[in-house]
């Protein structure tokens, strides 16, 4: 039996299913998160108070759990820093300081080439198998994501927080986040199968969190004063952001991702923005459309199209 054959004969995989449209239910609900903190904190700062929050949440969670923090070999040292510095260190760089020059639905808008970039490296890089349905579904997510998205929004595509000379740059910086996303979701397959989930997440947040404090001190952003005078609403936004926003849904993405592969694991992101407009429309009364929720749609046949394999396979009793 081949591997394709195996994992296509897993009924176990709808649990993976549930928990990634979890995981990016809480992702979306970092966008609601994060604007209790626009104002309080500078972007940096901000970023490098969430990381520590989920490094301290994580190695509370492996000491309750009695779970050993490994050391990882010389080999491991190498790859986690590498996903350390493009998934946490590069990409929040990448998404705070992009976020100074275009507006929050333009950015999702590059963000949510997600799925596609994810799917092309694979293809690329691991020869990972491309069919028509993934494809087909991986486009679908796209344009689903981009009708919620450009509804939400329909000048985003005319300019930016500054539609001057810096919107392109802002474009740049936010592609940015996707590339290092992808370096951060298809490098962790070796990693993923050795230390597993947890251990991968763990020691790649720790890393990626200590680079971020150390620009943040570098840049003279560590402001302890800016730090005593958040409030509740501000310290709740950063526990969602660090807790579940970071330390259990990467464990969770990296679990999807060893388990049915990056692929069909990335195409779940195009749920992020669907999950954000929802919950803007449900906790802080912004208007939901028509328009938004045929989008919704789209992305939910994608996501489907984009695993119909394993659909088919279900209806077969393999």
């Known amino acids: 039996m081949t591997i394709c054959e195996q994992t296509l004969s897993k009924p176990s995989d709808l649990p993976v299913y549930l928990k990634l449209a979890g995981v990016t239910m809480v992702w979306g609900g970092t966008f609601v998160a ?3 903190l626009a104002d309080s904190l500078s972007p940096l700062l901000a970023a490098s108070l969430r990381f520590l929050l989920a490094s301290v949440a994580l190695l509370l969670f ?5 779970i050993p923090l490994l050391r990882p070999s010389a080999r491991q040292w190498r790859q986690l820093l590498l996903l350390g510095f493009f998934g946490i260190f590069f990409y929040n760089l990448c998404f705070f300081y992009g976020l100074q020059y275009i507006n929050a639905s333009r950015a999702s808008l590059i963000v949510a080439l997600n799925p596609a970039v994810i799917g092309m490296a694979s293809w690329l890089l691991f020869k990972e198998r491309l069919n028509r349905a993934k494809v087909a579904g991986i486009a679908i997510c796209i344009a689903g994501a981009s009708m919620v ?3 939400r929004n329909p000048q985003l595509l005319a300019g930016g927080v500054d539609a001057g000379a810096g919107a392109w740059l802002g474009d740049l910086l936010i592609f940015g986040c996707v590339l290092g996303w992808a370096v951060y979701s298809l490098f962790s397959r070796e990693l993923n199968q050795t230390l597993g989930p947890v251990q991968t997440v763990t020691w ?3 890393l990626g969190t200590v680079m971020l ?3 943040c001190i570098v840049r003279g952003e560590a402001s302890v004063t800016a730090i005593a005078h958040l409030g509740a609403p501000q310290w709740l936004s950063l526990l969602y952001l660090g807790v579940l926003g970071s330390a259990l849904a990467y464990i969770g993405y ?3 991702i060893r388990k049915i592969g990056a692929t069909r694991s990335g195409v779940f992101i195009a749920l992020n923005p669907l999950t954000a407009v929802i919950l803007g429309a449900l906790l802080l009364d912004e208007p939901l459309t028509l328009a938004m929720c045929l989008g ?3 992305i939910l046949a994608g996501i489907f199209l984009c695993n119909k394999p394993l659909a088919r396979a279900w209806k077969k009793g393999i």
């Open 34 to 36: 994060g604007r209790f």
């Open 213 to 215: 404090w150390m620009t």
């Open 296 to 298: 919704g749609g789209l």
């Open 149 to 151: 998205i450009v509804s």
């Open 62 to 66: 492996l000491r309750v759990a009695r």
């Open 204 to 206: 790649s947040i720790l």
């Open 254 to 256: 990296y679990d999807g």
